[in-house]
Nanobody, 120 residues
Framework: QVQLVESGGGLVQAGGSLRLSCAASGRIFNINVMGWYRQAPGKQRELVAIITSGGGTNYADSMKGRFTISRDNAKNTVYLQMNSLKSEDTGVYSC??????????????WGKGTLVTVSS
């Protein structure tokens, strides 16, 4: 079994910054892609950014230049540095990981999410 635990959410004023972390634990053999998704109030969940084990990244257009995704493979942890936050960035940010377990099965896992609230 694999668990993903996010941290770092909270209340911030518009223009401010937050750094989210997501740590994966359990019977992990390898993690390929890790990513962040968010769900704003009344909206569907959307991609924020993803990062491969080799460091390749992809961002949603609205986050380019403001958000930076990174990871520490030794710690099975992915980070999201969010700068110049806007009120529309408010939402629940969830971590996702494509994990190959110690039994060599491959599955997508999700964290429970962390709430980010940006006040204007």
């Amino acid at each position: 079994q694999v668990q993903l635990v996010e941290s770092g959410g909270g209340l911030v004023q518009a223009g401010g910054s937050l750094r989210l972390s997501c740590a994966a634990s359990g019977r992990i053999f390898n993690i390929n892609v890790m990513g962040w998704y968010r769900q704003a109030p009344g909206k569907q969940r959307e991609l924020v950014a993803i990062i491969t084990s080799g460091g390749g990244t992809n961002y949603a257009d609205s986050m380019k230049g403001r958000f930076t995704i990174s990871r520490d493979n030794a710690k099975n942890t992915v980070y999201l540095q969010m700068n110049s936050l806007k009120s529309e960035d408010t939402g629940v940010y969830s971590c996702n990981a494509r994990v190959t377990t110690s039994t060599l099965s491959s599955m997508n896992y999700w964290g429970k999410g962390t709430l980010v609230t940006v006040s204007s």
